[in-house]
């Protein structure tokens, strides 16, 4: 089992930054491919980005190239995901993932979700 908890969201103007943490419990964090989604109101969850278990692969949606920045301290059992340039469209409830599978083509299925935080963009 692995439980994981986000932090970091908030309510920022356009432009802005956040960087988003997510805090894993357990020892097998450093061994999981790791990952945020976003659900925005009445849209289906969506792909933001993954990284794979050592940190030498990442991918990201199209949309947030260029803005957002995943990286992970193994360590300390945490994920980031700094995000800058933030834009209105990026407002979402946003989830920390882990485990599961990391495709090659960036495909990420992830057995466990964190319970979400919220990002909220004004334009």
């Known amino acids: 089992q692995m439980q994981l908890v986000e932090s970091g969201g908030g309510l920022v103007q356009a432009g802005g930054s956040l960087r988003l943490s997510c805090t894993a419990s357990g020892r097998t964090f450093s061994t999981s491919n790791m990952g945020w989604f976003r659900q925005a109101p009445g849209k289906e969850r969506e792909f933001v980005a993954a990284?794979?278990?050592?940190?030498?692969?990442?991918y990201y949606t199209d949309s947030v190239k260029g803005r957002f920045t995943i990286s992970r301290d193994n360590a300390k059992n945490t994920g980031y995901l700094q995000m800058n340039s933030l834009k209105p469209e990026d407002t979402s409830v946003y989830y920390c993932?882990?485990?599961?599978?990391?495709?090659?083509?960036?495909?990420?299925?992830?057995?466990?979700w964190g319970q979400g935080t919220q990002v909220t963009v004004s334009s």
């Open positions: 990284i794979s278990w050592s940190g030498s692969s990442t």
């Open positions: 993932a882990a485990r599961g599978t990391l495709f090659s083509s960036g495909r990420f299925s992830p057995d466990y």
